[in-house]
Nanobody
Framework: QVQLVESGGGLVQAGGSLRLSCAAS????????MGWFRQAPGKEREFVSS????????YYSDSVKGRFTISRENAKNTVYLQMNSLKPEDTAVYYCAGTAINAAVRADQYNYWGQGTQVTVSS
């Protein structure tokens, strides 16, 4: 089992930045590919970014490519999402997720989920 706890969400103006963190506890963190998803009110949960077990591969949705950066520190059991040039359409609850697959982009490929952290971008 892996427990995931997100932090770092908040309210920011358009053009600003936030850094989300996801702390993992439980079994060996480096065994898991990690991902970030988000869900806006009235919308389905969507893929944002993912990273392979040792960080050698990263993936991004087209909507965040060039603005967001995913990274991980296995020694700290933590994955990060650096979000720059934020837009009002980035407003959502952001979820951290873990998978036994090295790198995955679909929500149904993930077994472990955090509780989410709210990100609100004002115009």
């Amino acid at each position: 089992q892996v427990q995931l706890v997100e932090s770092g969400g908040g309210l920011v103006q358009a053009g600003g930045s936030l850094r989300l963190s996801c702390a993992a506890s439980g079994r060996s963190f480096s065994n898991y590919g990690m991902g970030w998803f988000r869900q806006a009110p009235g919308k389905e949960r969507e893929f944002v970014s993912s990273i392979s077990r040792y960080g050698s591969s990263t993936y991004y949705s087209d909507s965040v490519k060039g603005r967001f950066t995913i990274s991980r520190e296995n020694a700290k059991n933590t994955v990060y999402l650096q979000m720059n040039s934020l837009k009002p359409e980035d407003t959502a609850v952001y979820y951290c997720a873990g998978t036994a697959i090295n790198a995955a982009v679909r929500a149904d490929q993930y077994n472990y989920w955090g509780q989410g952290t709210q990100v609100t971008v004002s115009s």
